[in-house]
């Protein structure tokens, strides 16, 4: 028995130590472990329309507007845009297309990725006979995106 009361236990100090070292170590786990899942869940698109540019092209009578729009996603996300509006007004309407970049796609259907950082050019285009536009005329341009966002431009026609 004599044994047994001789021997001692570890000082509280250094029990506290070791607690709160214990503590922090799993704290700092568990925050890096957190911020892994949550940014899986909070990536986001923004488009942004930096520039947009009207010209009339074409001769008399098949003269039409090329607008053209210098887009950028500035998100943490891919950002597929899937349709092209004028004034509320699918483009189709004007029967007119939309080409991106240099390949033309017919109303959007086959849709456009702008990938994070990427900065690419959307040109629209208008027939100069649609009875309710004319040179001068502000148009309000919205492409709207898979993601339910609208990203809406006013360019005046020239």
């Not at 006979?129 to 966002?149: E, F, P, Q, W």
Request: glycine letters at 8%; one cysteine or more.
């Amino acid at each position: 028995m004599t044994f047994m009361k001789k021997r001692k236990a570890i000082s509280p100090v250094i029990a506290t130590v070791i607690l709160v070292a214990v503590a922090i170590t799993v704290a700092v786990g568990v925050s890096y472990w957190m911020g892994g899942i949550s940014s899986q869940y909070t990536s986001f698109e923004k488009i942004e329309i930096q520039s947009g540019v009207c010209q009339k092209l074409g001769t008399a009578p098949n003269q039409y507007w090329n607008v053209t729009m210098k887009l950028k996603n500035s998100g943490t996300a891919d950002a597929t845009l899937i349709g092209v509006f004028i004034n509320e007004i699918e483009v189709t309407s004007y029967a007119q297309t939309t080409a991106v970049d240099t390949a033309a796609v017919t109303n959007m259907a086959e849709y456009y990725t702008v990938a994070t950082g990427v900065t690419g050019k959307l040109s629209v285009l208008i027939d100069c006979d649609y009875s309710t536009l004319t040179s001068g005329t502000t148009v309000n341009i919205k492409v709207h995106s898979a993601g339910g966002m609208d990203y809406i431009k006013l360019i005046q026609l020239v």
